[in-house]
C-alpha cells in the first residue's frame, strides 16, 4: 500500500521556521523525484521544490528561492522542507508529490494527504 504522510505543519509568526517531514512507503522511494507542492485558499497548486531522484539539479519557486531548502534521505525514505523567514503568502495546505518517469509506459504520481502551514501574527 503506497502512502505519503506530510508532517511538521501548524501556525507559526512571520519569520519563523518550521520543517516539514515526508514519509514514503509502499513504493521504491529512491527511484522517484519529490516534489512539495501548495495550494492556498482561491488559488491554483503550485510547485515549491523539487529534488530528483538521483543527479539533477534541484528546483524551487523564485518566492521561496533563499529561504526554503529541500532534501531526502533515502535510507529513511523520507523528504524534508525546511522553510525559514516564513511570510504569511507561504499560507497554504502543502501537499508532498512523488513522481516517476518511464520511458515507455505512463509515469506515476503519487500523492500525500496535505498538511496545514498557516503564517500569521
Known amino acids: 500500500q503506497v502512502q505519503l504522510v506530510e508532517s511538521g505543519g501548524g501556525w507559526v509568526q512571520p519569520g519563523g521556521s518550521l520543517k516539514l517531514s515526508c514519509a514514503a512507503s509502499?513504493?521504491?522511494?529512491?527511484?522517484?523525484?519529490m516534489t512539495w507542492y501548495r495550494q492556498a485558499p482561491g488559488k491554483e497548486r503550485e510547485l515549491v521544490a523539487l529534488?530528483?531522484?538521483?543527479?539533477?539539479?534541484?528546483n524551487y519557486a523564485d518566492s521561496v528561492k533563499g529561504r526554503f531548502t529541500i532534501s531526502r534521505d533515502n535510507a529513511k525514505n523520507t523528504v524534508y522542507l525546511q522553510m525559514n523567514s516564513l511570510k504569511p503568502e507561504d499560507t497554504a495546505v502543502y501537499y508532498c508529490?512523488?513522481?516517476?518517469?518511464?520511458?515507455?509506459?505512463?509515469?506515476?504520481?503519487?500523492w500525500g494527504q496535505g498538511t496545514q502551514v498557516t503564517v500569521s501574527s
Open positions: 509502499g513504493f521504491t522511494f529512491p527511484y522517484y523525484a
Open positions: 508529490n512523488a513522481h516517476l518517469t518511464r520511458r515507455w509506459a505512463p509515469a506515476t504520481d503519487y
Open positions: 529534488i530528483p531522484s538521483a543527479g539533477g539539479s534541484i
